[in-house]
């Protein structure tokens, strides 16, 4: 079973950074993305950043510039730094890990239980 931890989240001043960090655990076998989603009420989840095995990131427009998506995969660890944060950037922060199963392609995706990012003065 895989299971997601997440930690960084926390309330920050406009301009400020926080670091967020999930930790990956279990039997993961195949491909994987790792990324982060976010939810602020009354709005849909959307991507914020995301990144492959072999590293190559996706950012949403309003994540470039400022937010940072790495990963350890000696640790199944991925990383979001976020900088310059704004009030709009509050909301709450999900993990996720998308598996790809090589020899049938099937496709699993696991959750964290989510970070709440607070921007505010």
């Known amino acids: 079973q895989v299971q997601l931890e997440e930690s960084g989240g926390g309330l920050v001043q406009p301009g400020g950074s926080l670091r967020l960090s999930c930790a990956a655990s279990g039997s993961i076998f195949g491909t994987t993305v790792m990324g982060w989603y976010r939810q602020s009420p009354g709005k849909q989840r959307e991507l914020v950043a995301s990144?492959?095995?072999?590293?190559?990131?996706n950012y949403a427009d309003s994540a470039k510039g400022r937010f940072t998506i790495s990963r350890d995969n000696a640790k199944n660890t991925v990383y979001l730094q976020m900088d310059s944060l704004k009030p709009e950037d509050t909301a709450v922060y999900y993990c996720k890990l998308e598996v790809t199963i090589a020899t049938t392609l099937w496709k699993y995706d696991y959750w964290g239980q989510g970070t709440q990012v607070t921007v505010s003065s």
């Open positions: 990144i492959t095995s072999g590293g190559g990131p």
